[in-house]
Nanobody, 122 residues
Framework: QVQLVESGGGLVQAGGSLRLSCAASGRAFANYNMGWFRQAPGKEREFVAAITWSGGTTRYADSVKGRFTISRDNAKNTVYLRMNSLKPEDTAVYYC???????????????WGQGTQVTVSS
């Protein structure tokens, strides 16, 4: 089992920045690839970014490429999502997830956090 706890969400104006953190406990964090997903009200959950266990490979949704950066610190059992140039359409609950593949699909992740709300005002 891996327990994941997100933090760092909040209210920010358009153009602003936030850094989300996802702290892991339980089984070896460094063994897992990690992903960030988001879900806006009335919409399906969507992929945001993912990173391999080593941090050597990252993937991003087209909608966030160039604005968001995923990173991880295996010594701290934490994965981060740095979000710059935020837009109102980035408003959503953001979830981190752990799995054995670096995937765009939520079904490929085994463990999920409870989510953190990000609200971007115009």
């Amino acid at each position: 089992q891996v327990q994941l706890v997100e933090s760092g969400g909040g209210l920010v104006q358009a153009g602003g920045s936030l850094r989300l953190s996802c702290a892991a406990s339980g089984r070896a964090f460094a063994n897992y690839n990690m992903g960030w997903f988001r879900q806006a009200p009335g919409k399906e959950r969507e992929f945001v970014a993912a990173i391999t266990w080593s941090g050597g490979t990252t993937r991003y949704a087209d909608s966030v490429k160039g604005r968001f950066t995923i990173s991880r610190d295996n010594a701290k059992n934490t994965v981060y999502l740095r979000m710059n140039s935020l837009k109102p359409e980035d408003t959503a609950v953001y979830y981190c997830a752990a799995g054995n593949s670096i995937s765009y699909y939520g079904r490929d992740y085994d463990y999920w956090g409870q989510g953190t709300q990000v609200t971007v005002s115009s």
